[in-house]
């Protein structure tokens, strides 16, 4: 045992002690040669090589190490020898890898970057397993403590950029995408701003190549031996251990280092190639018969241990390492999404590969586009893909997207500089540069676009002013761009965090006001008509809100849905119509859109939006899920916690009907939503009945589903729904109202029972009139100023003819109109028996009540068409003389009931309220005004339930003014308020209501009075939200003063009081009785005054008080709402009942003349009117003859300005040829005189005249131009003028000043000649007296005498002096010649 433990120690020492020594002086250089011959030119068969090898290490006694580092040498030159790898393999384990870490410890010692071939080598036997990487990882530099730590740094300085770059509000340079630099078109050299951040400026610069300088890496050395070795392994095509080591050096980032990325995509590349080849364009040369180039081999290292189906995979593998450096390779991503879109469109792809895909997505191609700028060739590749995901797919890609760019410094970094470019561009937004900042903004957005889309909505949210600037700049915007944008915006509505609600907790945040307004414009103009066209995505914003009314009744979002339906669809529904809108509406198309009251399918403007509206609402399902939820969520409103005070609730209540109302509007103008909502029956039922079937069984409110019923269900077909309607109610209904008048009230509209003759006459007579104003000599001045005159001829020949086919359409529309209602009403006089079929069972009051409550009432407040429906049916039941019918009695109701109406109605409904009560009250005042009306239309009135006892006129009249007291109680504690304080809620729809009815109520001044002081109570408690409300009726009421009644002789208090108010004390009433008393005598007073004024004075008028509005020229003789009747009084004495009756009668008299005496005066002053229009039209003439006669006086002094301008012509040419004549010899003198005496012989009988024998032209302008040979003087001689050369240089400063002395002298003139002209118009004026103005003789004559003072008379004109020649010519030609030899002799 002793023996063997010896041994064995023996040899362990051995092992680990001893040293193997060879020697080194034995050594040939012959061995060595010889081992590097074989080595370079090794081939055949490894052990044939491995035993030559030892023969020559043996035999030359060569150093085993020396040998192997030999063939690791040899090996770095020859990286892809099998021979080599295979020796290399043979060798011991721990050796070569001691080797090479020996060769990199030594380059590390010298400061040298180890070559490339030695990484590459090493990467070679990494992948065929003779080294581990671990084995190699010691000797290399730097420590991976040491890349940590640069790593960190290199964030540290991107996390600052960043944060300057967000605190830098002030851009100390310019950006790269401002309005300035796009519009800028002039100046010096034009200043280039810098590049945005990109991918190249986040990520480590690598020095040039063949620069002789290393590599820079994050850890700030010269070197870093282990990314090398990384790149190598990539080159190598050893994917598989070049993924491990990426993953372990992923927290310092290593896939960024630029030795990295490129070796990555470079194996990217040669994975993607085979495959990308077959689905290139590649393809499109063999299809033409051109051969395609031979593909070059991209890496002599094969790619191991990869089967074909796994090279997918593989590629999302390596690209899910290389994450947003993607950038770097444009080509590679292109070919990427390519092949990508190319796999995933397959449907064999297995569902991992696609999961796969979606990933890569998110992680790797969006942030990559982040990296990148302004390349919308990729922005469209990638759409292509993104097309096959589904929208909730693509909005979870899009969140990831944001998240990694908030993640990553770098990508942070870019986002933050293209928000700031962004608002930057919105700052300088205007009208004149939208397609300039479209075009920077579209460049912005195909690389960030979530960072800009942002940015837009935050300013849009902010400034309601830039929403239709903005949405005309996203023209030039890609699919893509679209499809982000949608998703942000559905991000900012579906935002938990954000406030939707004002501090108030009612009114909409304006904010979420803002961006509705912002999409319902957005989402009409961007529609698309092909699948590629760039379009919002509809569907998702329609779901998003269809979840948010599910959840929640009261859900904002419901804002967001009226403003896209009434956008999108054109469909317009307003509480504040005007009085031809609202009796448009009971017309046909045309009235409705001549009247401005049209649909969405009559506006070309949205007729595409429409479509796309449609189309998405049928495509996602959502038409029956959205009319069910706005149908019932006026009942679902009370259990909102959103809405959390009365207001609130309030004015979302009138939000969602009026949604509600334009959504079914949206159904019944688009009958192909009706395909999805209920599928076809065989049963032999219409597709409408199955579908109003359909929507019962959801407990909708009646108004609500014979709304939409109406527009579906075709009034023939009623009998088809009585089933139906039957059961939607209790049984108790049907004993006191039929269900046939109960279908008929419901399924009728205005249309067929109401048509306004005198909006049709209107509408036609101003076609009628617009076809006249077309005048013939007009339209040849238009002709004749054009450039193209038949185009304009064409265009006003079209117009003319569209004028007179509009006009004839109306008038066909009105005849169809009233023939439909004839037939319509023929129907309900045939069925009007068998609405008294339930007599037996109830009495005229039970089924009064019930008419109210379940038809009147309910449909009233649905819109102000339907108030006027209501109405207008009530007055074609009164006029269809129906024994069923208390007249009284519902008009009692309709006046009881508004007290309720008032203290629980929303704003909108109370304005409704207010147009149905006007139409009643105003039918009633036609018949308190004219007896004869009342006993035609009226004969059946009567009080008693019976029928019997008809109501005179007189008592009508004192029922009328006493439910104008109730009604003045009423408004008065509404607006007054009780017990002195006020409700803001009942005060704004009592103002409401009188708004409506301001020309029908108040009309007693009892009433009137009770008003103002209710006005003045609500005035003192100083509620700011009501001040402006009250302050604007409160003037429109004294505006209608002067239609204002005197009371009827008092009733006794019995008979004015309300059943459900309190009795007034004893001490406020007489109060009350005593003010009217004294405002009745100061009106009588008032009224005597002005009669005697009159009697006095009977040329000078005063204004006649403002006449009261007939009713009846728009709104013919029918029935509409809102009266109580009050109890009938006790019974009195005839005697004193007779007195009244006749005070009455008197009073009415009275009033009547008073009207017919104003209606007379009213006459005169329209007359007068008309006069003064006459005058006005011939001042207008005159004053258009003195222009024309100041335009003529201007050409006379022009043309005196040109004569005057020849005559110092001629003058300064007589001056220069008498200078040159002072130049000139003897010789030329004696021609002078020879020229003289020429002029001075008589001239012949035939020979024309000296003045005209200058010949003159006459220009376009008609002014007269001297011949230009010769020139006239007044003297009758002929002037040949000199050259203009010759005047240039004989031009002396005496000349100079004569021409200035010569202008200043002809302005002289002219300012004489002006004052002249004005004398003489002032004297004519004055001597003119004024229209109607009487001027006695006398002051006539002072006139005249003053007049001329000022203008004295002008004297006898004289003939004109004779010209006296001047010194030359005195001196004559003798004396010219003394001269010019004097002149000599002094030279």
């Known amino acids: 045992m002793d023996v063997f433990n010896k041994k064995q120690v023996r040899i362990n020492t051995k092992n680990l002690y001893m040293q193997k020594k060879v020697n080194l002086l034995r050594e040939e250089s012959e061995g060595f040669s010889k081992i590097l011959t074989f080595l370079t030119s090794a081939h055949g068969e490894i052990d044939a090589a491995e035993q030559h090898l030892q023969a020559l290490t043996g035999y030359f006694d060569l150093d085993p190490n020396r040998v192997l580092d030999l063939t690791l040498d040899c090996f770095e030159r020859q990286p892809t020898s099998s021979v080599l790898l295979g020796l290399l393999r043979r060798a011991p384990a721990h050796h070569v890898p001691q080797l090479l870490g020996f060769k990199f410890a030594a380059y590390q010692r010298d400061s040298e970057m180890a070559p490339h071939s030695l990484f590459v080598a090493a990467a070679q036997l990494i992948k065929h397993g003779v080294v581990a990487t671990h084995a190699l990882f010691p000797h290399m530099v730097p420590q991976d403590a040491d890349l940590a730590t640069a790593h960190q740094a290199h964030l540290a300085d991107l996390q600052l950029q960043c944060k300057k770059l967000s605190e830098n509000t002030v851009m100390s340079t310019p950006p790269t995408m401002t309005l300035a630099a796009a519009t800028a078109q002039h100046g010096p050299t034009p200043v280039i701003p810098p590049p945005p951040p990109t991918i190249w400026n986040i990520l480590p610069t690598p020095t040039a190549p063949g620069s002789g300088a290393a590599t820079t890496s994050p850890t700030g050395s010269t070197q870093?031996?282990?990314?090398?070795?990384?790149?190598?392994?990539?080159?190598?095509?050893?994917?598989?251990?070049?993924?491990?080591?990426?993953?372990?050096?992923?927290?310092?980032?290593?896939?960024?280092?630029?030795?990295?990325?490129?070796?990555?995509?470079?194996?990217?590349?040669?994975?993607?190639?085979?495959?990308?080849?077959?689905?290139?364009?590649?393809?499109?040369?063999?299809?033409?018969?051109?051969?395609?180039?031979?593909?070059?081999?991209?890496?002599?290292?094969?790619?191991?241990?990869?089967?074909?189906?796994?090279?997918?995979?593989?590629?999302?593998?390596?690209?899910?390492?290389?994450?947003?450096?993607?950038?770097?390779?444009?080509?590679?991503?292109?070919?990427?999404?390519?092949?990508?879109?190319?796999?995933?469109?397959?449907?064999?792809?297995?569902?991992?590969?696609?999961?796969?895909?979606?990933?890569?997505?998110?992680?790797?191609?969006?942030?990559?586009?982040?990296?990148?700028?302004?390349?919308?060739?990729?922005?469209?590749?990638?759409?292509?893909?993104?097309?096959?995901?589904?929208?909730?797919?693509?909005?979870?890609?899009?969140?990831?997207?944001?998240?990694?760019?908030?993640?990553?410094?770098?990508?942070?970094?870019?986002?933050?500089?293209?928000?700031?470019?962004?608002?930057?561009?919105?700052?300088?937004?205007?009208?004149?540069?939208?397609?300039?900042?479209?075009?920077?903004?579209?460049?912005?957005?195909?690389?960030?676009?979530?960072?800009?889309?942002?940015?837009?909505?935050?300013?849009?949210?902010?400034?309601?002013?830039?929403?239709?600037?903005?949405?005309?700049?996203?023209?030039?915007?890609?699919?893509?761009?679209?499809?982000?944008?949608?998703?942000?915006?559905?991000?900012?509505?579906?935002?938990?965090?954000?406030?939707?609600?004002?501090?108030?907790?009612?009114?909409?945040?304006?904010?979420?006001?803002?961006?509705?307004?912002?999409?319902?414009?957005?989402?009409?103009?961007?529609?698309?008509?092909?699948?590629?066209?760039?379009?919002?995505?509809?569907?998702?914003?329609?779901?998003?809100?269809?979840?948010?009314?599910?959840?929640?009744?009261?859900?904002?979002?419901?804002?967001?849905?009226?403003?896209?339906?009434?956008?999108?669809?054109?469909?317009?529904?307003?509480?504040?119509?005007?009085?031809?809108?609202?009796?448009?509406?009971?017309?046909?198309?045309?009235?409705?859109?001549?009247?401005?009251?049209?649909?969405?399918?009559?506006?070309?403007?949205?007729?595409?939006?429409?479509?796309?509206?449609?189309?998405?609402?049928?495509?996602?399902?959502?038409?029956?899920?959205?009319?069910?939820?706005?149908?019932?969520?006026?009942?679902?409103?009370?259990?909102?916690?959103?809405?959390?005070?009365?207001?609130?609730?309030?004015?979302?209540f009138d939000r969602c009907h009026h949604t509600t109302m334009i959504y079914i509007e949206l159904l019944a103008s688009n009958k192909s939503l009706w395909g999805g909502i209920s599928p076809p029956d065989h049963s032999g039922e219409p597709h409408n009945i199955l579908f109003f079937s359909d929507l019962v069984q959801y407990k909708i409110d009646p108004e609500i589903l014979f709304q939409m019923a109406r527009t579906n269900v075709v009034f023939a077909d009623r009998a088809k729904l009585y089933p139906l309607v039957r059961a939607m109610f209790d049984q108790t209904i049907w004993a006191h109202m039929s269900v046939e008048f109960f279908t008929a009230f419901w399924l009728l509209s205005v249309q067929d029972i109401f048509v306004p003759v005198e909006l049709y006459k209107i509408e036609t007579e101003k076609k009628k009139k617009e076809h006249a104003a077309f005048d013939d000599s007009k339209d040849a001045k238009e002709v004749k100023e054009a450039r193209d005159q038949a185009a304009v001829l064409a265009k006003r020949k079209k117009e003319k003819e569209k004028l007179l086919s509009v006009f004839h359409k109306l008038e066909g529309e009105l005849v169809a109109q009233q023939a439909h209602t004839a037939a319509i009403t023929a129907l309900l006089k045939e069925e009007s028996a068998q609405w008294a079929s339930v007599f037996p069972t109830t009495t005229r009051s039970h089924m009064l009540g019930m008419l109210l409550e379940r038809c009147v009432f309910p449909r009233l407040v649905c819109s102000p068409v339907d108030a006027l429906f209501c109405s207008k049916f009530m007055s074609h039941l009164q006029s269809m003389r129906l024994p069923w019918l208390w007249s009284l009695e519902y008009y009692s109701r309709i006046i009881r009931s508004v007290q309720g109406q008032v203290f629980s109605a929303t704003e909108n409904e109370a304005s409704r309220l207010g147009r149905f009560l006007h139409d009643t009250l105003a039918q009633m005042q036609r018949w308190v005004d004219s007896d004869k009306l009342y006993a035609q239309e009226c004969a059946g009135f009567s009080e008693a339930e019976s029928g019997q006892g008809k109501c005179t006129h007189a008592r009508f009249v004192e029922l009328v003014q006493q439910w104008h007291g109730q009604l003045a109680k009423v408004f008065f504690a509404a607006i007054g308020g009780v017990n002195g304080e006020i409700n803001p809620g009942r005060c704004r729809?009592?103002?409401?209501?009188?708004?409506?009815?301001?020309?029908?109520?108040?009309?007693?001044?009892?009433?009137?009075?009770?008003?103002?002081?209710?006005?003045?109570?609500?005035?003192?408690?100083?509620?700011?939200?009501?001040?402006?409300?009250?302050?604007?009726?409160?003037?429109?009421?004294?505006a209608e003063s002067s239609t204002w009644i005197n009371d009827v002789a008092e009733a006794k208090p019995e008979a004015k009081k309300m059943v459900d108010d309190k009795p007034e004390k004893p001490e406020k009433a007489d109060k009350t009785a005593e003010k009217a008393e004294k405002q009745a005598e100061k009106e009588k007073e008032k009224e005597k005054a002005t009669k005697r004024d009159r009697e006095e004075a009977p040329d000078e008028r005063a204004d006649a008080k403002r006449p009261r509005r007939d009713e009846s020229t728009l709104n013919p003789p029918q029935e509409t709402n809102t009266a109580r009747l009050s109890p009938v009084p006790p019974e009195k004495k005839p005697e004193e009942a007779k007195d009244k009756r006749d005070e009455l009668e008197k009073r009415l008299r009275h009033e009547k003349e008073q009207r017919q005496k104003e209606e007379k005066e009213r006459e005169e002053k329209e007359k007068e009117k008309e006069k003064e229009k006459e005058k006005e039209k011939e001042k207008e003439k005159e004053r258009e003859k003195e222009r024309e006669r100041e335009r003529e006086k201007e050409r006379e002094k022009e043309k005196r300005r040109e004569e005057r301008a020849h005559e110092k012509e001629t003058q300064q040419a007589a001056r220069d040829r008498d200078r040159d004549r002072d130049r000139s010899g003897p010789v030329e003198v004696k021609k002078e005189r020879a020229a003289a005496a020429a002029v001075a012989a008589p001239a012949p009988a035939d020979a024309p005249e000296p003045r005209k024998a200058a010949a003159q032209k006459e220009d376009r302008s008609g002014r007269l131009a001297a011949a230009p040979a010769e020139k006239v003087e007044r003297s009758g001689k002929i002037v040949t003028p000199a050259p203009a050369a010759a005047e240039k240089q004989d031009a002396k400063p005496e000349d100079d000043r004569a021409a200035r002395r010569d202008r200043k002298e002809d302005k002289a003139e002219d300012k004489k000649e002006d004052k002249k002209e004005e004398k003489k118009e002032d004297k004519k004026e004055e001597e003119k007296p004024e229209a109607g103005e009487l001027v006695s003789p006398a002051v006539g004559r002072r006139r005249q005498n003053f007049a001329n003072h000022l203008n004295p008379a002008p004297q006898r004109p004289q003939a004109p002096p004779t010209p006296q020649p001047n010194i030359r010519e005195r001196l004559g030609t003798a004396d010219r010649g003394r001269d010019y030899g004097r002149h000599q002799g002094r030279k």
């Open 224 to 652: 870093n031996q282990k990314y090398h070795l990384l790149a190598a392994l990539f080159e190598v095509g050893d994917w598989a251990n070049g993924l491990e080591m990426l993953r372990l050096y992923e927290h310092v980032a290593a896939y960024s280092d630029p030795i990295v990325y490129p070796a990555v995509a470079g194996l990217v590349t040669r994975l993607v190639e085979p495959l990308y080849r077959p689905i290139s364009l590649a393809k499109l040369t063999e299809a033409v018969g051109v051969a395609p180039a031979p593909a070059k081999p991209l890496s002599p290292f094969p790619v191991l241990n990869l089967a074909p189906a796994d090279v997918p995979m593989c590629i999302l593998e390596l690209l899910a390492q290389l994450r947003h450096v993607l950038a770097t390779d444009s080509v590679l991503f292109s070919k990427c999404v390519r092949l990508f879109r190319h796999i995933y469109a397959q449907k064999s792809t297995p569902p991992q590969l696609k999961l796969a895909i979606e990933n890569a997505v998110g992680e790797v191609f969006l942030p990559s586009m982040s990296a990148l700028y302004c390349n919308v060739a990729l922005s469209s590749e990638l759409w292509e893909l993104l097309r096959l995901f589904s929208q909730s797919l693509r909005c979870s890609l899009y969140t990831e997207w944001r998240t990694t760019c908030s993640s990553h410094p770098g990508l942070e970094l870019i986002a933050i500089n293209a928000s700031r470019e962004c608002r930057a561009i919105l700052k300088r937004l205007s009208k004149d540069h939208v397609r300039q900042a479209g075009r920077l903004l579209a460049k912005g957005m195909h690389n960030s676009p979530l960072v800009i889309s942002d940015a837009l909505l935050d300013q849009i949210e902010s400034y309601d002013n830039m929403i239709p600037l903005v949405v005309d700049s996203l023209k030039f915007l890609t699919p893509f761009d679209f499809d982000v944008i949608s998703s942000v915006i559905l991000a900012h509505l579906g935002d938990p965090n954000r406030e939707f609600y004002r501090d108030d907790g009612a009114t909409v945040a304006v904010w979420l006001q803002n961006l509705s307004s912002f999409l319902g414009i957005l989402y009409r103009k961007y529609t698309p008509q092909l699948h590629h066209t760039a379009s919002l995505e509809l569907s998702a914003l329609l779901q998003l809100i269809l979840n948010a009314l599910r959840d929640d009744a009261g859900s904002p979002l419901l804002l967001v849905l009226k403003d896209l339906i009434a956008s999108m669809s054109g469909v317009e529904q307003t509480e504040n119509m005007t009085e031809a809108q609202l009796l448009g509406s009971a017309g046909g198309p045309l009235l409705l859109e001549e009247t401005a009251f049209q649909s969405g399918n009559q506006n070309k403007s949205v007729k595409k939006s429409n479509v796309r509206l449609v189309s998405a609402l049928n495509d996602g399902h959502f038409t029956v899920p959205l009319f069910v939820l706005l149908a019932q969520g006026r009942h679902r409103l009370i259990y909102s916690e959103a809405l959390a005070s009365q207001r609130g609730m309030s004015d979302f």
């Open 989 to 1038: 729809n009592g103002i409401r209501i009188l708004n409506q009815t301001i020309r029908s109520f108040p009309r007693w001044k009892s009433s009137a009075l009770k008003i103002l002081e209710a006005l003045k109570l609500s005035d003192d408690a100083d509620i700011s939200d009501l001040k402006a409300l009250t302050s604007s009726y409160h003037a429109a009421l004294k």
